[in-house]
Structure formats: structure tokens, C-alpha cells
């Protein structure tokens, strides 16, 4: 094709990514990359000043006693487990429609993973964690999925009364309150992840545990250096989940700026709520008690998959957390679930769509984003 037959797209709108992570760092570079050099130069590349200064700042922002950095929040999470005794023979309540992780690392200590299923905010049902709770059970697992807490009120009476140990998902939600309490405060152990499409995120793999527990604590610094107390003496067999001192760098700088990046994103959020129209979207309503920060924005809509084309068609990213609920996954088959045993999480797998939200976003690609979504759904009426 010749140039003089191509499509005029002169007056195209421009794409609307779903995220833009390249954005991020072009704001930050003259500042990130002196620090960085630095680091390179000093040849601590693993553990050291970095790693101590972030940790006492999130310990700080998340109001627990201790933060513990590691390589990733899939780590976090199992190391969580291993700290509190979960193991063979022991059950665990957790949500079906998280990522993957959130369950694999149940199995990866030998424990059962038992599901409950979600309400309308695609949070996991304290109705349903009652149902669930057999003399196996030792802890509940919710996940923040969204950017929203759990309804963790209730949740945490459950525990009290069942003697269960609380190990919050957070890997969606730093920065979020539930009633005025931080994410990751809020039971006997966080896990966060600070993988780069999070709202506080490294150049690659990074995470952290909070707790406010000496002995998890103790626990989770030892294994992730090999069970180290010195270079010389292993008092237990540990592994390596040690965060580069690069990430830690970076993650310290952009906590700095993390309350900018939530509050554009609550700002994009709160403009799709007043735009988009609620007979076609659901959108789950704000608590009074809870400060979201929405890591993703979430509707739930009929024939999702033809408004995601047409979308797409329109220059606009979408992504869907998550198409396949984890009970009916090819890996979770051992544990013998069929479809329908999680109405609730299968109804909202097929009607969820993830808008964009990120902080780069204008008012203007709300707008318009907003704007496509009701013309679509109208339509199809």
C-alpha cells in the first residue's frame, strides 16, 4: 500500500493504555537515576542501608512493628504460612477469584486450600468463612482485591472466636484503610507486592511482609537468607528472598510519591463513578470505613467480552482479574470442585472488566474512556 492510500488516522484519538509505566519513569529519571548510580557504584548490590531505610518506612506508613522485605509478595505470603506453623494436614479459607498465587502458596506448604466465595465487591463473605471452618482450619486468608480491604470487622471476630490466625492479601492494597486502620494491620501478618503494575511498585519482582508478631518477624528475616545468624552459623534451613538493594532504592523513592499516585487514581475512579451509568455498570459502592486505592478499576457488566473488543477497537486497554475463578483451574483439580460450587465468583468472572485507571490518566481519557463504555452498553439494550 502506497501512502497516498493508507487510512487518514490524523484525527484518531490517541490510545489510552491500560497502564503506563514508561510515563512513570520519564517523571522520575533525573531524580531515580543519581541514586541508583550510586548504588552500582558501591557494589552493595544485596541487603544493606537501602533495605533498612525502606523497611522502617513502611513500618512507619503501614503502622506495624516490623516490615520484612522480600524478593516478591508470592514469598511474603508463603513465608507467612511457614512463620505461623501452617503445614500438612492443615486447611486454609481463602477467596477463589484472587491470581493464582494466593492459592498455590497454601498448597506449596502442604496445606489444603478451602474456598469461600465473594460478595458483589468480589471480596471473600465472612457468611461464607463461617460455613467453611472445620477443626483443620488454622487461618483465613482474605485478599484486598481492587484496592478495597475485606470486610475485615467481621472477619476478625471470626478468627477471635475460632482461634484462627488472620493473613491478609494485601499484595493490591498498600495505602488502603479500613476504618482508619492501614492495610496489612489488620490481622497477624500482610503480604504485599511491589510488582511493577502496583501502586507502589520496584523495576521487577519485589515484596514485603508486615506484622506486628516478633517471632514472624524473626522468622521470615531468617529464611530469606539461608537460615543465616552470621556468615558462618545456620539455625535453620532457609532460602533465598533477600530484596536487591536496586529495588529497595527505588521503592524508598517512590513511596515518597505514593500518596500522589493513589490520590490521582481515587480522583480517575470517583469521575468513572459520576460518568458511568450505573443501570448498565456495576460498580460496588464505597463504605463510609474504607479508603480505597483502587489498583484496579472494576465494573461488572453483561456480554463483557464484546465491550472489551470494541475497546480495544477504540484504542483503549482493558485486562480482566481474572477470566478463570482458581477452583477451576487445571491445578486445582485435585481438590475436586466442579463449576457451580462458587456462584458468585463465576457470575462476576464473566461480567468483570478492568478499566484504566492509572495515575497518568487525564480527565480527558476518562471521559472519553467513560463515554465509549455508555454507548456500547446503551446499544446493546
Not at 521503592?251 to 450505573?278: C, K, Q, W
Amino acid at each position: 500500500m502506497s501512502r497516498k492510500d493508507m487510512p487518514d488516522t490524523s484525527n484518531s484519538p490517541a490510545p489510552i493504555s491500560y497502564v503506563d509505566i514508561g510515563a512513570q519513569f520519564a517523571q522520575e529519571r533525573d531524580e531515580l537515576m543519581p541514586i541508583i548510580e550510586d548504588i552500582l557504584k558501591s557494589g552493595m548490590y544485596v541487603g544493606g542501608p537501602w533495605n533498612e531505610k525502606l523497611e522502617a518506612a513502611l513500618a512507619k506508613r503501614c503502622g506495624t512493628k516490623h516490615v520484612v522485605t522480600l524478593n516478591s509478595g508470592t514469598d511474603a505470603l508463603i513465608l507467612a504460612l511457614a512463620a505461623l506453623g501452617i503445614g500438612h494436614g492443615d486447611e486454609v479459607i481463602t477467596p477463589p477469584n484472587s491470581f493464582v498465587a494466593s492459592t498455590a502458596v497454601i498448597a506449596h506448604v502442604g496445606a489444603t486450600p478451602v474456598f469461600a466465595d465473594v460478595l458483589p465487591d468480589q471480596n471473600i463473605d465472612p457468611a461464607e468463612i463461617e460455613k467453611k471452618i472445620t477443626p483443620k482450619t488454622k487461618a483465613i486468608m482474605p485478599v484486598h482485591l481492587t484496592g478495597r480491604i475485606a470486610d475485615m470487622g467481621p472477619i476478625r471476630e471470626i478468627a477471635q472466636r475460632h482461634g484462627l490466625a488472620i493473613i491478609e492479601d494485601a499484595a493490591q492494597s498498600i495505602g488502603s484503610l479500613y476504618d482508619g486502620v492501614p492495610s496489612g494491620a489488620l490481622g497477624d501478618v500482610g503480604c504485599f507486592s511491589a510488582h511493577p503494575l502496583k501502586n507502589l511498585n520496584a523495576c521487577g519482582d519485589a515484596g514485603f511482609l508486615t506484622t506486628d508478631r516478633d517471632d514472624v518477624a524473626e522468622y521470615a528475616r531468617l529464611y530469606r537468607n539461608h537460615g543465616l545468624v552470621d556468615r558462618n552459623t545456620v539455625t535453620r534451613f532457609g532460602s533465598v528472598s533477600r530484596l536487591d538493594a536496586i529495588q529497595a532504592a527505588i521503592l524508598h523513592f517512590r513511596l515518597g510519591s505514593m500518596d500522589t499516585v493513589i490520590e490521582n487514581r481515587r480522583r480517575n475512579a470517583a469521575l468513572y463513578r459520576e460518568l458511568l451509568d450505573p443501570k448498565l455498570a456495576f460498580m460496588p459502592p464505597c463504605r463510609d470505613i474504607e479508603f480505597n486505592t483502587f489498583h484496579t478499576f472494576v465494573i461488572q457488566v453483561d456480554g463483557r467480552d464484546a465491550l472489551q473488543a470494541h475497546l480495544g477497537e477504540q484504542g483503549i486497554g482493558t485486562a480482566i482479574h481474572y477470566p478463570v475463578p482458581i477452583h477451576l483451574q487445571p491445578a486445582a483439580e485435585y481438590l475436586g470442585h466442579k463449576a457451580g460450587d462458587f456462584p458468585v465468583t463465576e457470575r462476576q468472572s464473566q461480567r468483570i472488566l478492568t478499566l484504566p485507571v492509572h495515575q497518568n490518566m487525564t480527565e480527558a481519557d476518562v471521559r472519553r474512556v467513560a463515554d465509549v463504555v455508555n454507548r456500547f452498553l446503551a446499544s446493546a439494550v
